[in-house]
């Protein structure tokens, strides 16, 4: 039986395609549902289908909150292995400027600086993006530049395949990149970029691998860090994107002492209930991020926690 359609009430007024399948959907509400939301936070944009009725999806906002009421920009790749037999992407991806489109009237999501950590939290902010998973990321440094200008408090990583995946890019330089400080953007691609420009002392390998011992150590330098500086006491961590970005980076920083804030992960790994947690992350799949039923692999991680002088407690019920 389709599902019951959905009322459109919002317009895309522009669409920006930055590759094959890879676009930013700007989309304008025709009535403000809300005043404004939390960089980091997601809402529902949706789609009738002729035969299957309503698809609706949430989507990660890339823009920052002062765009309100005018828009929100989406920053979307076209899903070409669905899990389903009808997601959203089929139909958005056929839709252009001046198209209807349904918008969610409610914000979500805890995946903030304000809920994790606080605004007046002045440790270093670590973002780490696989793909689409900029957009929190893309929300939360526009919104900072707005309201506080340049900042050297945001370092973000983005990982993609080729240069021309690497969404936000000049607006990434020109907000992190710019001025007399050092960088605070880093891109990198994992594949051959062909003939794409690709400075041939660039960045090369998943996103995940800025956290290779050896690699982590060369980013702070670049960065203007001394080797060692990401640690949970100047640095917290936020992650988003698939799981294997978010399990590699997770398990590689358990070296320098960051604590997770997911609990299942933090029951498994002996982390005291009233441990703080500087590492966060918002996955954009279901898979498990850690195998939370192999005990070798855990005590592997829990021994790194130890070594970077984490005190664990064994719970009473393992």
Not at 105 to 110: A, E, M, Y
Not at 136 to 165: C, I, K
Request: hydrophobic share 35%.
């Amino acid at each position: 039986m389709p599902r019951k359609p959905i009322d459109y009430n919002a317009t895309i007024t522009e669409r920006l395609d930055l590759a094959e399948g890879l676009a930013i959907f700007r989309v304008r509400p025709d009535e403000p549902a809300f005043e404004t939301f939390l960089p980091g936070q997601y809402t529902v944009l949706g789609l009738n289908h002729p035969e299957k009725g309503s698809v609706l999806r949430a989507y990660s906002i890339a823009s920052p909150p002062q765009t309100l009421p005018g828009y929100l920009d989406f920053y979307i790749r076209y899903v070409k292995s669905p899990a389903s037999d009808n997601p959203l992407t089929h139909l958005l991806f056929d839709r252009h400027a001046g198209d209807r489109i349904h918008l969610g009237t409610k914000i979500r999501g805890k995946f903030t600086v304000e809920n994790e950590v606080g605004q007046d939290d002045s440790r270093l902010r670590v973002c780490v993006a696989a793909g689409t998973g900029l957009a929190p990321f893309t929300s939360m440094v526009f919104d900072h530049f707005q309201r506080l200008g340049p900042t050297s408090q945001y370092l973000v990583l983005h990982g993609a395949s080729y240069p021309r995946d690497l969404g936000y890019k000049p607006e990434m330089e020109e907000h992190l990149n710019s001025g007399s400080g050092k960088p605070r953007y880093f891109p990198t691609i994992s594949r051959d970029p062909g003939e794409e420009p690709w400075d041939e002392n660039g960045w090369r390998g998943r996103v995940e691998s800025f956290f290779e011992e050896e690699k982590l150590q060369h980013l702070e330098r670049t960065a203007g860090l001394e080797p060692g500086h990401i640690t949970a006491n100047n640095a917290v961590v936020f992650i988003c994107g698939l799981t294997g970005t978010i399990a590699n980076t997770l398990t590689a920083l358990l070296r320098r002492g960051f604590v997770p804030g997911e609990l299942k992960v933090r029951h498994a790994l002996w982390i005291p209930k009233e441990m703080p947690a500087s590492l966060f992350f918002e996955q954009y799949d279901t898979e498990p991020v850690l195998d939370l039923k192999n005990e070798a692999l855990l005590e592997e991680y829990r021994e790194r926690l130890r070594s970077a002088g984490v005190e664990l407690e064994k719970p009473a019920t393992v």
